[in-house]
């Protein structure tokens, strides 16, 4: 063979295998249409199944009240529908319990002690709802109870400028007009707590509720700039201005950290006016000056005070189910059958007034934020441990209590 003849032999069979080692083998078009549907189906088939999965999960959650809490064994936490914060020892239910049993408090607990429905005279509920706590939710509650336990149910009109701190006068003014409403009956309002007995008027049943203080001032901090929140108030007051541009564009991550002064809490300082809710102690402490001062110790004795004698139930937005038992436990007149009503409309009720636009915030911002709440945190895990000793006096067999006292004898 001649050299050309076998270069050019080479050269051909270095094609044909060249031909083999790239060669790409086609698939049918119906084949390639078929495996993209079967993957399709696949991952909607997934959403579907995951999505009942997590809606079977919230109707458990629900339905799973704190009576079921591990046959009232007390083996864990219970901390419903929210996120509960970072308090995971005395401010759960389970903590309280521990607590109680181990400092011999347990011997005590009882619900006579920690019921002030009883010293109500008149069948009146006085809620002086705190913004931002979940009070849209148990408006709602309230007023699908009053259909089902037969009393009415009145709520304060929107005002333009919502004042919670009244004149003597005014208080006065206010107390009449609720003492004058017919029993039984429910009345909301955004406003310091008020001493009907100051004015020589029966004492109504006062209810409230409570939210982490950290987490309450991000969310009015957002909610007051959602767009179906300005878009209302403006419905209602037309000659109300509508807010800045630059205002509306903040986040409440770099208001912290830039030393805004929207975002500044500072010791002491008193912030009068709607735009001010630094202040949850405040709705409790009372309309006097001294309430006034930001995280003051002053101002959190007078509201610990007014929460011990005054309040019937305090409830906590981050223990919603056991808030719920309590109420139907301690005030059954107004709240029998909540429980049930909430079970059964948890999608909605759960909905009000949610703001889709609040982002995430930090825990690094949240600490700073913590550092000048301390009293308000305070106050916060007062009203709390106070809920779980009420669910605990009302729920825990009366031989758990005994059995402990016993012991405190033996010993």
């Not at 004015?199 to 901090?221: A, G, H, K, Q």
Request: glycine share 4%; net charge positive; hydrophobic share 35%.
């Amino acid at each position: 063979m001649s050299l050309n003849a076998d270069r050019s032999y080479k050269m051909k069979l270095r094609d044909v295998e060249n031909a083999f080692k790239y060669r790409r083998i086609p698939y049918p078009k119906r084949s390639v249409e078929l495996i993209a549907l079967l993957a399709i189906s696949c991952t909607f088939f997934l959403f579907m199944h995951t999505n009942k999965l997590n809606s079977r999960l919230k109707e458990m959650e629900v339905k799973l009240q704190p009576s079921e809490f591990s046959a009232l064994g007390l083996t864990g936490n219970h901390i419903s529908g929210h996120d509960a914060g970072k308090h995971d020892d005395i401010n759960t239910l389970h903590g309280t319990y521990q607590y109680l049993k181990s400092t011999g408090q347990m011997a005590t607990l009882n619900v006579r002690d920690l019921n002030n429905t009883r010293k109500a005279q008149m069948e009146l509920v006085f809620f002086n709802r705190v913004p931002k706590v979940g009070s849209q939710t148990f408006m709602e509650l309230l007023r699908r109870l009053s259909e089902r336990n037969n009393f009415q149910f009145h709520r304060d009109a929107v005002q333009k400028v919502e004042t919670i701190r009244l004149a003597e006068d005014q208080q006065q003014e206010m107390a009449e007009v609720i003492s004058e409403l017919p029993e039984p009956s429910v009345f909301i309002k955004h406003v310091c707590f008020t001493n009907f007995t100051k004015f020589n008027l029966p004492t109504p049943i006062y209810l409230n509720v409570v939210r982490d203080p950290v987490e309450r001032v991000i969310s009015w901090f957002y909610y007051v700039r959602a767009p179906w929140y300005f878009v209302e108030r403006k419905a209602a007051f037309p000659d109300l201005p509508l807010p800045h541009p630059a205002w509306l564009k903040k986040d409440f991550e770099t208001c912290v950290l830039s030393g805004d002064q929207e975002c500044t809490y500072t010791q002491g300082v008193t912030v009068e006016g709607i735009g001010d809710h630094r202040r949850q102690s405040l709705f409790f402490c009372g309309h006097d000056y001294e309430c006034t001062p930001f995280n003051t110790v002053g101002a959190l004795e007078r509201a610990k005070f007014a929460v011990e004698q005054q309040y019937a139930v305090v409830g906590v937005l981050e223990d919603f189910n056991t808030t719920l038992s309590v109420l139907e436990k301690y005030v059954p007149r107004f709240f029998e059958g909540v429980r049930d009503i909430y079970a059964n409309s948890a999608e909605y009720l759960t909905k009000i007034n949610k703001n889709n636009f609040k982002p995430p915030v930090s825990e690094h911002v949240k600490d700073i934020v913590r550092r000048n709440f301390t009293n308000e945190i305070e106050f916060y895990q007062f009203c709390r441990q106070r809920l779980h000793k009420q669910y605990l006096a009302a729920h825990l067999p009366q031989r758990i209590i005994t059995a402990h006292a016993a012991a405190i004898e033996r010993n």
